[in-house]
């Protein structure tokens, strides 16, 4: 079909739709239009490109470079225009194809592709080529015409040239990470840290530093700033992310790098990562810790490090006081007296608990001194229990509850109203009744209510359910308060008579 080289039409031929009719009758246009596309990609010469695809705008002032088009981006063949529904993906992929070839095949570039080569080594082996020759410009402005992704297109050509930069020994440290930085940016899909160990491979250490400023990710840095036994800075980069996970790892690598005194010397400058390494030592490394205490002259962790060891350790008794002993020296170091008198008391407990074990059998190990004096009342040792008060310096109400409530807990009522008729108590009779109440002894509570003083005698009365008795209190000591707790107890019929009193009462104060 020779018309198609030379197209009549530019010939001003009468006959060129005639022939152009003949063609579409017998079903061939499509076809034809399509061999026409697939023969300019064949082509090397760019007129005869132009004349088989028959573009419009986009191929004037070609020079030999990669241009975009400088008009229109639409163009079509002249059979393409008697088409009613031709595809254009063919023809605008073969456009761009033909540009991209075009530009290699510049002798300037020297890559004289074949369309089928082209094809069989796909765009991304062609920019890989190009990168290899840096040719980075062509190959930046390639991926922006072909509107390539990011990652798989500009960036990753820019990380390469970032790459080649570093390489450059006769460039200072200082002007190369300038020229990359203002270069990349934050351009997406490029890793400085990635650079930066290219640096590194290349015996640039500082510039590798320098460039991992640039790196916005801290668990990227870390890595390579160990790797170039840059340790404390990474310790420095890791707490900057607050990343424990990663404070951690640069921890345990400074660990094994340095002796143990440079090590606790490093933690020192660094209270965050002293803190977690303490979190650390105190699940994984008790002996660790200690040193750190000792270390940092911290009498008062020390002494808490060594109660802690007394009872998770330590199952002999003699070896528990020792290290309590241990704990309490180092709370008087630290100026903390109560701390230090409270550990002695504890020292003294544990013993007099290991000697009742010994004379009354039984479990006082490990109780604490309530629970110990509760014990001893329960157990009918009552004189003991009143010499460890004495001992342990109880105060008499503490006494006097723990005792009250181990007597009823025994509905040992005799020994309790000897108790509470010993001497005068010092926490009233109301908890006395409070206490027979709880344990459902309305008889037991009813001695101690009417020994319970003016102030409280109406809530014990009404305890033990004397609503009528709680009244005439209440009326007896004029208390509007006590009139009305009264008067809600007031709920059956039986305790009407007591509410009419009541309002009586408080008729004839409001006359008054």
Not at 137 to 166: D, F, M, N, T
Not at 176 to 196: E, W
Request: hydrophobic share 40%; with cysteine; glycine share 6%.
């Amino acid at each position: 079909m020779p018309w198609l080289w030379t197209p009549p039409h530019q010939k001003e031929s009468q006959k060129a739709d005639e022939y152009l009719r003949e063609i579409q009758e017998l079903g061939q246009l499509t076809q034809a239009v399509q061999q026409c596309i697939e023969a300019a990609g064949h082509e090397h010469q760019p007129d005869m490109q132009k004349s088989l695809l028959r573009v419009g705008r986009g191929w004037e002032g070609w020079d030999g470079s990669l241009l975009l088009p400088s008009g229109s981006s639409q163009a079509a063949s002249f059979g393409k225009c008697f088409l009613d529904r031709f595809p254009p993906d063919s023809f605008v992929h073969m456009c761009q194809d033909l540009r991209v070839l075009n530009a290699v095949r510049d002798y300037h570039i020297g890559i004289p592709l074949t369309y089928s080569q082209y094809k069989q080594l796909t765009i991304q082996v062609l920019l890989d080529r190009l990168v290899l020759r840096r040719l980075y410009p062509l190959a930046i402005q390639i991926c922006e015409y072909l509107r390539l992704p990011e990652v798989q297109g500009v960036s990753r050509i820019l990380a390469h040239w970032a790459c080649y930069k570093v390489q450059q020994k006769d460039v200072s440290d200082e002007d190369v990470a300038r020229a990359i930085n203002q270069k990349l940016g934050d351009t997406p899909g490029v890793s400085y840290s990635d650079i930066a160990a290219r640096a590194y491979g290349c015996g640039r250490t500082e510039l590798a530093i320098k460039l991992l400023e640039y790196e916005p990710r801290s668990g990227e840095q870390v890595p390579l700033l160990l790797k170039m036994k840059r340790s404390k800075l990474a310790l420095s980069k890791a707490i900057e992310s607050g990343d424990t996970d990663l404070v951690f790892t640069v921890l345990l690598h400074l660990k094994n790098e340095l002796n143990r005194g440079d090590f606790f010397m490093t933690l020192r400058n660094q209270p965050m990562a002293l803190s977690l390494y303490r979190q650390f030592c105190k699940h994984q490394e008790l002996e660790t810790l200690k040193d750190l205490y000792n270390q940092d002259d911290n009498h008062q962790e020390l002494g808490s490090f060594h109660i802690r060891a007394s009872y998770a350790a330590e199952e002999r008794i003699e070896g528990r006081v020792a290290a309590l002993q241990t704990a309490a020296d180092a709370f008087y170091k630290a100026k903390n007296e109560f701390a230090a008198k409270a550990t002695e008391d504890q020292m003294r407990l544990l013993r007099l608990q290991r000697r009742l074990e010994d004379e009354l059998g039984g479990q006082f190990l490990d109780l604490s001194l309530h629970d110990t004096v509760t014990t001893l009342i329960l157990g009918g040792h009552n004189k003991r229990a009143e010499q460890l008060a004495r001992d342990f310096r109880i105060p008499d109400k503490r006494l006097w509850w723990l005792k009250l409530t181990a007597l009823a807990d025994l509905e040992d009522w005799e020994e309790l109203e000897k108790f509470s008729k010993s001497k005068k108590s010092p926490i009233g009779y109301l908890p006395f009744v409070e206490i027979c109440m709880k344990q459902h002894n309305k008889y037991e509570a009813k001695k101690y209510a009417s020994r319970v003083g003016p102030e409280q005698k109406v809530k014990a009365l009404l305890l033990v359910g004397d609503v009528a008795q709680a009244a005439d209190v209440a009326i007896e000591h004029r208390n509007e308060a006590e009139l009305s707790l009264v008067l809600s107890h007031c709920t059956g019929a039986t305790d009407g008579a007591t509410a009419d009193k009541i309002q009586r009462a408080r008729a004839q104060a409001q006359k008054k």
